[in-house]
């Protein structure tokens, strides 16, 4: 048994263990294990510092889950957008490929409850329906893989997958989506980064949400995944009480960067129930946007999106930077709260309308904008 299996057979995760160690009340914690088993592996758990900590948040069973009336159980769609079991299929080019349903550790806002922690294992048999899927769809260039965590398979199990998927021609891009890095970095060894290396192209998008993750033994993991070829991406939710200050996260994005790990995707918390008590406004992502934007690298600002639900996607959100738009300029703000005058091209190619040599961007005062607005304003009237 490796030792990252061993950490798993460690974990917290009955009634008994929470009662002890987070002082649960009992039947508190008997109704939140009907609701969504909790697994707290001993690494992941040596991270809390203090109880209600940003850690404890994202691991330890609370009571809010049971108070939560609104949220859905599949706020995604993914379940009427499967053809076939285990497979997702919202995009045109690219698919979900769930490959099992366990994780190293159970986050508190998981958006795929319903499924996670089933104790029965996926077989490679009840998988080739999914795999026949993909075949027969040619338009499929993009797989990825999730779960669960699909690096709680075994490396021989994972390997099968990985090969039966690199076999098919049309399939350019496989994506593992996994946690463990952040979570149980003890599963990445130099025997997975050889098996992971023999089917390039795979990209890693692995999953941070707090600086405290971001560790020496975290560091290592992903620094072995960037060595064996894999690019990684980070996904984050953006979750009260976690990561819901600027600060923070600009903290977070610099670390990620810092040990090679792309910030790719901020999240608005998903619909999901039991989640209702990590959910912020949408203004206050649009705050931490705009804290980043200018005043970080660009490497550092992930997309920040909303998976709207059912199933319409990753919309895009971004803080209001064009204040007004015409035929003739746009009125843009930039991160100063400077604003400034972007002219259009003429469309006439008669010399009296051609573009001059002048800039085509004019710095305005608040003044002139005020004056600009107000003018745009009464001619639209």
Not at 153 to 160: A, F
Not at 168 to 182: F, S, W
Not at 220 to 234: E, I, Q, Y
Not at 328 to 340: D, M, Q
Request: negative net charge.
């Amino acid at each position: 048994m490796e030792l990252w299996q061993q950490m798993i057979r460690d974990s917290v995760h009955s009634v008994d263990q929470l009662v002890e160690k987070f002082n649960l009340d009992r039947s508190v914690a008997e109704n939140l294990d009907q609701f969504f088993q909790a697994r707290i592996n001993p690494y992941y758990l040596s991270l809390i510092r203090y109880p209600g900590d940003p850690i404890w948040k994202q691991c330890v069973p609370d009571k809010l889950e049971l108070e939560d009336i609104d949220g859905f159980e599949d706020p995604l769609a993914e379940d009427q957008m499967s053809p076939v079991p285990n497979i997702t299929h919202r995009y045109p080019d690219r698919c979900l490929f769930l490959v099992t349903s366990q994780c190293g550790m159970y986050c508190r806002f998981c958006t795929r409850k319903r499924k996670v922690g089933d104790s029965e294992k996926i077989s490679m048999k009840q998988l080739e329906s999914a795999f026949q899927y993909i075949e027969q769809h040619t338009e499929i260039r993009d797989v990825i893989l999730s779960g669960g965590d699909p690096l709680m398979l075994t490396d021989y199990l994972l390997e099968r997958i990985l090969k039966r998927l690199r076999a098919i021609t049309h399939v350019e891009i496989i994506r593992i989506g996994t946690k463990m890095p952040c979570v149980l970095p003890h599963r990445i060894t130099p025997k997975l980064c050889d098996t992971i290396k023999k089917y390039h192209p795979i990209y890693i998008n692995t999953h941070f949400n707090h600086p405290w993750e971001i560790t020496e033994e975290s560091m290592r993991a992903c620094g072995m995944l960037v060595d064996a070829g894999c690019p990684v991406n980070n996904q984050s939710v953006l979750m009260k009480g976690v990561n819901d200050d600027p600060a923070v996260m600009k903290e977070l994005l610099h670390k990620l960067l810092k040990m090679r790990v792309r910030p790719y995707y901020l999240f608005m918390a998903d619909e999901t129930k039991g989640a209702g008590h990590f959910r912020t406004s949408l203004e206050k992502g649009l705050e931490i946007l705009d804290n980043l934007r200018g005043h970080t690298s660009g490497l550092a600002i992930p997309h920040f999106v909303i998976d709207v639900p059912g199933g319409g996607g990753k919309i895009p959100m971004l803080p209001k930077y064009i204040l007004h738009r015409d035929e003739s300029k746009i009125i843009l703000r930039n991160y100063k709260n400077e604003h400034f005058i972007f002219h259009e091209p003429h469309l006439s190619e008669t010399n009296e309308n051609k573009k001059s040599n002048q800039p085509s961007i004019t710095k305005l005062n608040n003044m002139e904008v005020k004056m600009n607005l107000e003018e745009i304003i009464l001619d639209n009237n």
